[in-house]
């Protein structure tokens, strides 16, 4: 599975929208980005996920780069309890089993 | 969407004992699940991919004598961690895919918490 790295972590205020950057230059034409988060003492649960195009979801946005060797979480209004890390993970689109190999993500705080 | 259950939440137990971890994927079938480990301030670690009726499939360095896994039906995957040892001590993850061969989503357990005397 190609490398993505992403800042080890951010800050934000309440309210405020979120950036969340990953690079990814090696990712191939076949990956999907795959974003999970990770509250404390939780199992991850999904955000979004997307090819080629930006995509929007009642939790997040997805923006993908056009080359594809980037793309950006947007959390639109940061709340207490997006407090967590949050992952950008590639995985094949041919890969039928499926598993996930998670980096170490981005640690994200959010000041009240 | 789709509920991952795991049980129990934690455990404490002494040095030498078994332990076993169940995950049940609650409405849903699961032909395929996922079990992970991850130790304090550290990311997720892949062990093993668990096919329902078949051996399981272990990541490099994880020994399968170690941690038995068992997918006796399609809602139902156990990790068996055996002669547990306090470097055991963590915090394993389960996931399941609700539809094998599509390109979204995995659904996670809550985790359990081991802590090995």
């Known amino acids: 599975d190609a490398k993505t790295t992403q800042p080890n972590s951010m800050e934000s205020n309440e309210e405020e929208p979120v950036h969340l950057p990953c690079n990814h230059s090696t990712i191939s034409g076949t990956d999907y980005i795959h974003w999970y988060r990770q509250l404390p003492s939780q199992g991850p649960e999904y955000v979004i996920h997307g090819l080629t195009s930006n995509v929007n979801n009642r939790m997040a946005s997805l923006a993908i780069a056009e080359d594809r060797k980037s793309s950006t979480l947007i959390l639109h209004r940061a709340t207490l309890r997006d407090a967590a890390v949050y992952y950008c993970i590639l995985r094949d689109a041919y890969n039928q089993g499926g598993k996930l190999i998670f980096g170490q993500g981005t640690e994200l705080s959010v000041k009240p | 969407g789709a509920v991952v259950s795991q049980h129990p939440s934690w455990v404490i137990c002494k040095s030498g004992t078994s332990v076993k971890i169940e995950c049940r994927s609650l409405d849903f079938q699961a032909t395929t699940m996922f079990w992970y480990r991850q130790f304090p301030k550290q990311s997720l670690m892949l062990m093993a991919t668990s096919n329902e009726g078949s051996k399981a499939t272990y990541e490099q360095g994880v020994e399968k004598d170690k941690f038995l896994i068992n997918h006796a039906s399609l809602t139902l995957s156990t990790l068996t961690v055996t002669s547990a040892h306090p470097e055991d001590s963590s915090f394993y993850i389960c996931?399941?895919?609700?539809?094998?061969?599509?390109?979204?989503?995995?659904?996670f357990g809550e985790g359990s918490r081991l802590t090995v005397l």
């Open positions: 996931s399941a895919r609700d539809a094998p061969l599509r390109a979204g989503e995995l659904f």
